[in-house]
C-alpha cells in the first residue's frame, strides 16, 4: 500500500485540522476508503452522523486509527435520500456504527444483516429508519430477536434489572440444554441523552457530563475530553499536568483491574480473592481520592490540565500506599494462578479467537488477551506516553484466563509506570487557562482506557461551539465480543465471560 | 490451602470498627457539606451561580444550596471572590425529606437532617433490610460505592443489610441514576413486585435531581417523579460512609444527631 492515501485527511491524536481540510468524498469512494483502510489493519474508531450543509442531507464521517503506524485518518460522505449500502457484510466491526446512523437520523444502511436499534431512543432528524408510528412509544428491547428453532431449544431471558448491584441490560440466550447457540444483548437502559446534550458545549455542565460518561471510567473520558477542547483552543498543558493525568488513568485502571480479578475469582466461588480483592480495589480507589477527594477522580482532569497539584509530602504518601496496595495485591492474585480449581474454569471458556477480535474490532484488554497487539498508550500515544512507554501485554488463548492474565500484567506495569513518574515528577502550572475554541474544526483524541480505546471526536461550528461531539466508549466496540465468546459456553459460564469483559452499559448507552 | 491460608494472614482482618469506633479517615481533600458564609457576599454578585452546572444555587435565595443537585464540584467556591463558600468533611447528608436537602444560609455546617423510619415501621422491619437495587441511567459510580460496602472493610451484612435477587425478597429499593425513559417501566414494575410496606431509598444526584442529565428530555429527572422516595442520599456520587450513615441512621443503628 502507498504511504499517503491521498483521499483522507491525516490526523493525529489530540491535534485539530481546520474542517474544510476534511475531504467529503463520493459515496464509493467513502466506503472504498474504509475497506480499504481495514484491509490494511486499520481499525474504524469512529463512524457517525451529523447535519450537512448540503440541504436534506446527512453528513458521514469516519475516523481509521492506523496503529502499525501512529496515524489517524478522517474523512466524510454526503448521504442524500433515505439510504446508503452497508459496509457491514464486508467491514464487521462497522455493524454497530450503522445502526447508531440509522437510529439517530433515520438512514437505512441497505444490505445490514441484523438492523436493530441501538438504544431504543427517537431518531435527531424526525425520519425513522423503521417507519415506527410517530405516536407510540419505542420501547427498549422490544421487537425481533434472533432465534434457534428445535424441539429442545429453549431461550433465557434475563434482566435488564440484575440480581445484584449492576447496570440494567436485557440478555437473550438460545439454548439447547446447557449449551448456548447464540446470545443476543440488548441495550439502550442507561441511555440518557447525552450526545445531544454535549452539542452547542463547552458549557459549565460539558466536563460533568463528560465526568460521568462511564463513572468507573471518569479519568478516561475527562483525559480524551479536555484533550479534545485543548486541541480546539491551542492550548498546551505542562508536563507536570500530564504526567498527574496519567498517574491517575494508572491509578484507575488498578482498580478496576483488581476489582475485576476479584470479581472473576467470586464468580467461581473462590472466595479469599474475591474478599482480598474487593477491599483492594477500594485501597486504590482512595489513591485517586487522596489526590482530589474523589474516588472516581471527579475534578481531577480538567480542561487546560489538572485541578489539583500535589506536594512531596502527598507523593511520598502515594508512594507509600502504591506498595502497600501493590504487596497486598499480589498475594490475592497470585493465588487465582496457583488454585488448581480456579484455573479449571478459567481456562478453555469463552474463548474469542484472534481474527473474530480483529473482525469485530475489539478493542482494550479484550482484544490484548486475544493475541492483538493494540493499545493506544504505544500505538497512538499522547501526553506522558510520548515519553514513558508501558509494554502492550498479551495473551494469545483469548479465553477467560487470558483476559484475566492480561489484567495482572497491566497491574503490575501500571505500578511501574506510577512509580516511575512519582520519582521524577516534571515541573509546571497544574492548569492553564482555555482559550476559545477555534471555529469550523475537527479534532480526535484517544486514550486508552482500563476497558480500551476511548475516543472523543469535536465538531466547531462558526462560533467555536460543539456542531457535534462523538463519544466512542471502549464497550461500544466490545459487546459483540462478549456475545460471541458465549457460543456453544454453558449458560452456568455466563458470569465468569461476562465478567472477564466487564463492559459498561451506560458507556455503551450514553 | 495452606496458600490461602498463609494470604488470609497476610491479608489481616480489615473490618472497620465504626459505628461502635470512629468512622474510617476521609481524604483531606474531601468534599462533604458546604458552607456558604454570605456575610462576605458583595452586594449583587451571582459568580456561584453561573458557574454551577446544575442550578443547585437558587437565584432567589442565595446562599442555599440544593444538595439533590449538587455535584460537590466546586465550582461555585473556585467562581467565589470571596471564599464565602468552602465544602466541610461533614459526610452525613442523608436526609428523609427532599426540603431538608437544601442547606440554608443560616444552617450550619454541622447540621445533620433526619433520616430516621417511624417507629412502626422500624418495629415492622426489626434487624433486617434487605434491598432490590435498580440502577437506572446514572453513570454506575453510584452503583460501584454501593457494591463497596459489601466488601470486608464495611461488612454491611453485620447491620442486616443485604441486597437481594428478587423484589418478592426485599423490604425496598435503593434506586441510583436518573430514570432514563427506557427505565421507567421497570422501576414501576421492579417497585410494585415489593410487598407492602415498602421504603425506595434514592442514591445520588441523579436519582434525586436528575444530577449532570436533569433536564434531558431521555430522563424523568430522578426516582421520586416514578416512585414515593423515603431517603435521599445525595452526592455524585455519594461516599460509601455518607451512604451507609444514610442507611444507618434510616433503621435507627445509628441516631439522628439532635437538630440544632
Ligand atoms: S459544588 Fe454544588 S453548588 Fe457548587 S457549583 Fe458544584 S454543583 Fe453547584
Ligand atoms: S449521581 Fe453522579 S455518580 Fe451517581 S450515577 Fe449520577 S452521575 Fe454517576
Known amino acids: 500500500m502507498s504511504d499517503a492515501r491521498p483521499q483522507l485527511a491525516r490526523l493525529a491524536n489530540g491535534k485539530a485540522v481546520a474542517y474544510d481540510t476534511l475531504p467529503v468524498l463520493a459515496a464509493e469512494d467513502f466506503r472504498d476508503a474504509i475497506l480499504g483502510g481495514v484491509a490494511a489493519h486499520q481499525r474504524v474508531s469512529a463512524l457517525f452522523g451529523t447535519a450537512s450543509p448540503v440541504p436534506g442531507a446527512v453528513r458521514l464521517h469516519v475516523v481509521l486509527a492506523d496503529d502499525e503506524r501512529n496515524r489517524l485518518f478522517a474523512a466524510a460522505t454526503d448521504v442524500t435520500g433515505s439510504e446508503f449500502a452497508s459496509l457491514t457484510p464486508a467491514c464487521p466491526q462497522v455493524h454497530l456504527f450503522e445502526r447508531e446512523i440509522a437510529e439517530q437520523f433515520g438512514l437505512r444502511p441497505v444490505g445490514h444483516p441484523w438492523l436493530k436499534p441501538v438504544r431504543y431512543c427517537r431518531a435527531w432528524t424526525g425520519r425513522d429508519a423503521w417507519n415506527r408510528p410517530a405516536d407510540q412509544p419505542i420501547l427498549p428491547a422490544v421487537g425481533d430477536f434472533y432465534r434457534v428453532e428445535g424441539e429442545q431449544v429453549h431461550e433465557v431471558a434475563v434482566g435488564p434489572v440484575h440480581a445484584g448491584v449492576i447496570e440494567p441490560g436485557h440478555f437473550r440466550f438460545q439454548c439447547h440444554g446447557e449449551q448456548v447457540f447464540h446470545l443476543e444483548i440488548a441495550l439502550g437502559y442507561q441511555h440518557r441523552g447525552v450526545e445531544q446534550a454535549l452539542i452547542g458545549g463547552p458549557g459549565a455542565r460539558t466536563l460533568h457530563v463528560t465526568e460521568t460518561l462511564a463513572g468507573d471510567a471518569t479519568v478516561a473520558h475527562a483525559t480524551t475530553y479536555s484533550q479534545v477542547t485543548e486541541a480546539l483552543a491551542g492550548c498546551r498543558t505542562s508536563p507536570r499536568a500530564q504526567a498527574l493525568r496519567a498517574v491517575a488513568l494508572e491509578l484507575e485502571r488498578l482498580a478496576n483491574h483488581i476489582g475485576d480479578l476479584g470479581a472473576l475469582a467470586g464468580d467461581v466461588g473462590f472466595l479469599p480473592t474475591a474478599s482480598f480483592c474487593g477491599r483492594i480495589r477500594g485501597d486504590f480507589l482512595n489513591m485517586t481520592a487522596l489526590l482530589c477527594g474523589s474516588r472516581f477522580g471527579r475534578g481531577l482532569v480538567r480542561p487546560g490540565g489538572v485541578g489539583f497539584d500535589v506536594d512531596a509530602g502527598r507523593l511520598a504518601e502515594l508512594g507509600r500506599r502504591l506498595d502497600a496496595g501493590l504487596k497486598d495485591a499480589t498475594v490475592a492474585i497470585q493465588l487465582l494462578w496457583s488454585t488448581q480449581s480456579v484455573m479449571a474454569r478459567f481456562e478453555e471458556v469463552g474463548h474469542l479467537p484472534r481474527q473474530v477480535a480483529a473482525d469485530l474490532g475489539i478493542v482494550g484488554p479484550a482484544a490484548r488477551a486475544s493475541g492483538l497487539e493494540r493499545d493506544i498508550r504505544h500505538d497512538q500515544p499522547s501526553g506522558m506516553y510520548c515519553f514513558s512507554h508501558a509494554p502492550v501485554s498479551t495473551c494469545e488463548a483469548g479465553d477467560v484466563f487470558s483476559r484475566a492474565y492480561v489484567r495482572w500484567m497491566e497491574i503490575q506495569y501500571a505500578v511501574a509506570f506510577i512509580r516511575n513518574q512519582l520519582r521524577s515528577l516534571p515541573t509546571g502550572a497544574p492548569q492553564a487557562p482555555i482559550p476559545a475554541l477555534a471555529p469550523n474544526h475537527f479534532a480526535v483524541a484517544l486514550n486508552e482506557g482500563w476497558r480500551g480505546e476511548v475516543c472523543h471526536v469535536a465538531i466547531t461550528d462558526a462560533q467555536g461551539r460543539f456542531s457535534r461531539y462523538k463519544v466512542v466508549d471502549p464497550s461500544f466496540h466490545n459487546w459483540p465480543g462478549l456475545a460471541y465468546a458465549l457460543r456453544n459456553q454453558e449458560i452456568s459460564d455466563f458470569p465468569i465471560c461476562n465478567k472477564s469483559f466487564n463492559l459498561s452499559y451506560c458507556g455503551h448507552d450514553l | ?260
Open chain 2, 1 to 260: 490451602m495452606f496458600k490461602a491460608i498463609a494470604a488470609r494472614i497476610q491479608q489481616k482482618h480489615r473490618t472497620m470498627k465504626y459505628p461502635d469506633g470512629a468512622p474510617p479517615p476521609l481524604p483531606d481533600r474531601f468534599r462533604g457539606r458546604p458552607v456558604i458564609d454570605t456575610a462576605k457576599c458583595p452586594a449583587g454578585c451571582d459568580a456561584c451561580e453561573a458557574a454551577c452546572p446544575t442550578g443547585a444555587l437558587d437565584a432567589q435565595d442565595r446562599g442555599a444550596i440544593d444538595l439533590g443537585k449538587c455535584l460537590f464540584c466546586t465550582a461555585c467556591a473556585d467562581a467565589c471572590p470571596r471564599q464565602a463558600i468552602t465544602h466541610s468533611h461533614n459526610y452525613q447528608l442523608a436526609a428523609r425529606s427532599r426540603s431538608d436537602l437544601t442547606v440554608a444560609r443560616e444552617r450550619p455546617a454541622v447540621e445533620v437532617a433526619g433520616a430516621a423510619l417511624d417507629a412502626r415501621l422500624k418495629k415492622l422491619l426489626g434487624r433486617s433490610l434487605k434491598l432490590r437495587q435498580v440502577s437506572a441511567g446514572g453513570c454506575n459510580a453510584c452503583e460501584a460505592d454501593t457494591n463497596v460496602l459489601g466488601t470486608v472493610g464495611w461488612d454491611l451484612g453485620r447491620f442486616g443489610i443485604q441486597f437481594v435477587a428478587s423484589p418478592r425478597h426485599a423490604d425496598g429499593l435503593l434506586v441510583t441514576g436518573p430514570v432514563s425513559r427506557n427505565m421507567e417501566l421497570a422501576l414501576r414494575k421492579t417497585y410494585d413486585a415489593v410487598s407492602d410496606p415498602r421504603i425506595v431509598i434514592a442514591v445520588g444526584a441523579c436519582a434525586i435531581s436528575g444530577g449532570p442529565y436533569a433536564g434531558h428530555a431521555e430522563v424523568a429527572g430522578g426516582a421520586a417523579a416514578i416512585v414515593p422516595v423515603d431517603l435521599f442520599i445525595p452526592g455524585c456520587p455519594p461516599h460509601p460512609l455518607t451512604i451507609l450513615d444514610g442507611l444507618l441512621r434510616l433503621i435507627g443503628r445509628i441516631e439522628d444527631p439532635p437538630s440544632g
